[in-house]
């Protein structure tokens, strides 16, 4: 029987929980005798801690503390403490502030733009060069600096690295070859019907868009029936990478799940 070194049975028993007050609330809450020696004060949420802290660092007991002032809200008149760096706060709330933009917006709304009523201020709501023009020395200053540049755009410098036989899966250009006359609709639904209108990698069942019919060995002139595999379109794009390893796949697949026709 392996002794028992719970709690006072074992050596390096110290005593054990000791019971303390949270700070903000007074609830018991029990703690380690070695955590309790570190910590002046308990608490027994974060939402306790969170209170405490905003209640006893509050304005001018903050050593941060820079001074501030009251305001009344435009729309409900509620009264708010503003620090010196927003000055110009005018409003209590975010949703007091939405409020004032639904009622007002449109009365203060000109052709082309805005602008805000603050005290002592006038912002332009920004509009760029909607309605406006260069004027012929800027015009000579951006063509001069633009001379000889095309846009740039990183798609289009990949896609030219990546184009015909700079890509490493590149394949001669068989992909542009057309399919063979036999290959028709005809075989493709006898195809389908022979995998029970299955999709032979991911299990999906036929629902109002018809199977992909793929090439096992990738050779669009060759159609025979034991060539043919039906997959749904994401799994028919997913193998044309790694083709020899859906090659062995695919003929394993088509000698064990199709059904003899």
Not at 108 to 130: A, L, N, Q, S
């Amino acid at each position: 029987m392996r002794p028992n070194f719970k709690g006072e049975n074992n050596p390096n028993w110290k005593g054990g929980k000791i019971e303390v007050r949270c700070a903000d609330c007074n609830k018991p809450k029990k703690v380690i005798q070695s955590v309790a020696k570190g910590q002046k004060r308990f608490f027994c949420s974060v939402k306790c801690m969170g209170l405490y802290r905003r209640r006893i660092y509050a304005r001018k007991n903050n050593p941060n503390y820079r001074g501030g002032h009251y305001k009344s809200c435009e729309i409900c008149g509620k009264t708010f403490w503003v620090i010196p760096s927003n000055s110009n706060q005018r409003f209590c709330s975010r949703d007091c502030y939405g409020k004032w933009l639904s009622v007002d917006l449109k009365e203060r709304i000109e052709i082309g733009t805005y602008r805000m009523k603050v005290p002592g201020k006038d912002f332009p709501h920004p509009r760029g060069m909607k309605g406006k023009t260069h004027s012929e020395k800027t015009r000579r200053l951006l063509s001069r600096v633009h001379r000889g540049k095309r846009p740039h755009n990183k798609y289009d410098q990949m896609r030219e690295k990546l184009r015909g036989p700079k890509n490493p899966m590149w394949l001669g250009g068989s992909s542009f070859e057309p399919y063979a006359l036999d290959f028709n609709e005809e075989l493709k639904e006898m195809v389908r019907n022979r995998y029970g209108r299955t999709c032979q990698l991911c299990g999906m069942k036929e629902n109002g868009r018809k199977l992909a019919v793929h090439h096992i060995d990738y050779d669009k002139n060759n159609n025979g029936l034991s060539n043919l595999i039906s997959l749904c379109s994401p799994c028919n794009g997913r193998v044309n990478f790694r083709r020899k390893e859906w090659i062995q796949y695919f003929h394993l697949i088509a000698k064990t799940r199709a059904n003899p026709m």
